[in-house]
Nanobody, 114 residues
Framework: VQLQASGGGLVQAGGSLRLSCAASQSIRTVDIMAWYRQIPGKQRELVAEVVSGSIVNYADFVKGRFAISKDNTYDTLYLQMNGLKPEDTALYYC?????????WGQGTLVTVFS
């Protein structure tokens, strides 16, 4: 599965962005679809995930601000980010896991300024 992430950009603190991740194949049978982020100098961390098509999990640092969703019709994963903070500045990656196979998109940069 090839994944193409988009939607990153420069935004003022308190603003919103919507990230998209378009898959090259159907995502109906993907076990886990997720968004990760990597802040320079730190390890990649999970932001949000959709497990088995319906179970949604969020990292504590985004609860109440971000929302993950999955559109099987368009084979696209979304991340709606509201109430952005400067500490959300990172490279955001989407991933898809099917069995033991894990696929990654190329990342989209989100920069939040105060």
């Amino acid at each position: 599965v090839q994944l193409q992430a988009s939607g990153g950009g420069l935004v003022q603190a308190g603003g919103s962005l919507r990230l998209s991740c378009a898959a090259s194949q159907s995502i109906r049978t993907v076990d886990i679809m997720a968004w990760y982020r990597q802040i320079p100098g730190k390890q990649r961390e999970l932001v949000a995930e959709v497990v088995s098509g319906s179970i949604v999990n969020y990292a504590d640092f985004v609860k109440g601000r971000f929302a993950i969703s999955k559109d099987n019709t368009y084979d696209t994963l979304y991340l709606q980010m509201n109430g952005l903070k400067p500490e959300d500045t990172a490279l955001y990656y989407c991933s898809a896991q099917r069995g033991r196979l894990n696929f990654w998109g190329q990342g989209t940069l989100v920069t939040v300024f105060s």
